[in-house]
């Protein structure tokens, strides 16, 4: 059974860079797909960006430019680096497998993290 772990979050200044783990526990990674979403207080939880078991990667509009995602299947590990960081992207971030990227439908992910908390502030 595939657990997914998230970690790298903290306290970062505006314009600080953070790069988020996501590390699969029980399975190896492989065979899914990998979408993390973000959640803001008192928002609904939206997709950010997600990369295919091909390594073919998508992103939303908001995470054009600033956001990476990669992964590492030896690692069982995908990566969500964020350069640039402003307040608005304060949010618990999350990691989820399912196979429908670039779908971020909740609802596609049958698998997800607990997630890992990002505070912008200065």
């Known amino acids: 059974q595939l657990q997914l772990v998230e970690s790298g979050g903290g306290l970062v200044q505006p314009g600080g860079s953070l790069r988020l783990s996501c590390a699969a526990f029980?399975?190896?990674?492989?065979?899914?797909?990998i979408g993390w979403f973000r959640q803001a207080p008192g928002k609904e939880r939206e997709g950010v960006s997600c990369i295919t078991k091909s390594f073919d990667t998508n992103y939303k509009d908001s995470a054009k430019g600033r956001f990476t995602i990669s992964r590492d299947n030896a690692k069982k590990t995908v990566y969500l680096q964020i350069t640039g960081l402003k307040p608005e992207d304060t949010a618990s971030y999350y990691c989820?497998?399912?196979?429908?990227?670039?779908?971020?439908?909740?609802?596609?992910?049958?698998?997800w993290g607990q997630g890992t908390q990002v505070t912008v502030s200065s």
């Open positions: 029980g399975a190896t990674l492989d065979d899914y797909d």
């Open positions: 989820a497998a399912g196979d429908l990227c670039p779908d971020y439908e909740l609802t596609s992910y049958g698998i």
